[in-house]
């Protein structure tokens, strides 16, 4: 096993490592742990992370507290009013998609829904230039997205992107199947 040192870096600030990042050395820390997989869960299980591995990519999961739970919930909460505003931006708003954030301002100003929910995000004190940026910013820090081409503000989104979609579909599934049983 190499690169456990980046490899921690990375996963232990709830980052992802994404195969189709657009950073070579993180494409090579993927590869890393895909032909290893196994050995790299039980060196991180011993020192009490979980190596999670979804659709193209990798992060750490823990076993919680119920207030760290209830945190990580609220949290979760929070992404998914991103989520739901990035997929009224654009429905096919997934894995690959390259976007920049001019052209969300732009449909900002144009869609009165997409209005109402950027102003929900952030609260409603922050201009719409604004909000887009610390919407890019927050999804770039998560590793949900990357610069791609920076004279042309070209942003693409990683693999790490469906990790949100996947979860929505879980809540969406269970909500279905519960209001199937109260019927």
Known sequence: MIKTKEIFE???RGGFISQD???SDV???????EENVEEYKAYYQGIGFVLEQGNGYFH???EESRTELIRRLTTLGVWIDRLDFVKTFYNG???GVRFTPSAILEALTADVELKEKAR???GGQHSAKDTVQMLVDDMEK???IELENEFEQIYKVTSAFRFLESLVEML???EEEANETTQ
Do not use: D, H, Q
Request: proline share 0%; aromatic share 22%.
């Open 172 to 174: 969406t599934i269970s």
């Open 120 to 122: 929900k995000l952030y």
């Open 10 to 12: 990375l996963l232990s």
């Open 27 to 33: 494409r090579r820390l993927y590869e890393y742990i």
């Open 60 to 62: 750490f999961s823990r």
């Open 142 to 144: 998560a590793g949900f």
């Open 21 to 23: 990042s657009t950073s």
């Open 93 to 95: 708003f997934s894995t």
